[in-house]
């Protein structure tokens, strides 16, 4: 029974705070339309900076919005835009908000927050940057962006941290260039493998992949001639010859050298068994 009479309660506590809050929304709603279709500019621009200061982003934009066009060319355009590029960015809608705050910056290169809205243009083409495994169009225009930054503002106390991203947004990029080179070599295209893991270490001289690669080029040259005709097996095992030598000339202890080791040592006998048939 004190269950029961504890759950009443509880549901009618819940019932009484679902009511209130219901109360509240209806009022605030009531309230907001009316500001809209009242309330005068220097109202809604009152409400808008009140809405944005408790977090209410949605109604502060959609007041911003009117009050850009109402307030062109006056004093608070400027005030009124830094924020609209903001609330943007709170709700994450990084796309708006990167072309915002890079408006901003723009069309007010003295303001005291030009410099920090072609940052934040720029961080929110970093947020939209997709994973590796996809299109890295997005990658590439966020170091762009990040570039331009550190290029107009060299001596920001931003540009460590835009470094740093660059440098996050490249490894990416880095990474996506190797993954697709590893493809080649896993779905059995041999020659593009090769061609392709060479080209990775030729543009990215400093991968942190680049022994990987090699070793794969080293695997891709074996396997390629493994499964040539006879007439050309001779040349492809002399090129997986000259990949080990180069992998192991720079890699003397790599983790892949003992496994490098012995498809050498296979080459070797494949091709000794070539030159007594």
């Known amino acids: 029974m004190k269950h029961l009479i504890s759950f009443a309660a509880m549901f009618k506590n819940s019932l009484y705070i679902l009511i209130i ?18 309330g005068t500019p220097d109202d809604k621009y009152k409400a808008a900076q009140q809405y944005y200061d408790k977090g209410d982003y949605y109604h502060a934009l959609q007041l911003y919005e009117e009050l850009i066009v109402v ?23 990084y796309v708006l908000a ?11 290169p003295r303001d005291t927050n030009a410099q920090e809205s072609l940052y934040m243009s720029a961080y929110c083409k970093y947020l ?9 169009a997005s990658t590439i225009k966020a170091i762009q962006e990040m570039q331009a930054f550190i290029n107009a503002y060299p001596n920001s106390d931003k540009v460590a ?40 270490i ?36 002399n090129n997986t010859i000259i990949a080990y030598n180069d992998y192991i000339s720079k890699f003397p202890a790599g983790i892949h050298s003992k496994d490098a080791l012995k498809i050498f040592r296979n080459t070797q006998q494949k091709i000794n068994k070539l030159d007594t048939n």
């Open 202 to 237: 030729k543009d990215y001289p400093s991968s942190p992949y680049k022994e990987e690669c090699m070793y794969l080029i080293i695997k891709a040259n074996y396997d390629y001639a493994s499964k040539s005709i006879l007439k050309k097996q001779r040349e492809r095992y």
């Open 161 to 200: 941290e835009a470094n740093k991203i660059m440098d996050e947004l490249r490894a990416k990029l880095i990474k996506k260039d190797f993954e697709i080179s590893k493809l080649y070599y896993q779905t059995e295209y041999y020659r593009a493998a090769v061609s392709s893991l060479n080209q990775h």
């Open 21 to 38: 809050t219901g109360i509240l929304l209806v009022t605030g709603c009531s309230r907001f339309n009316k500001l809209v279709k009242e």
């Open 98 to 108: 990167s072309y915002h705050f890079k408006y901003f910056a723009k069309t007010f």
């Open 128 to 136: 939209l940057s997709a994973h590796y495994n996809l299109d890295q």
């Open 71 to 93: 307030f062109r060319g006056n004093t608070k355009i400027k005030n009124l835009y830094y924020h609209y590029a903001y609330a943007h960015y709170y709700e994450k809608d």
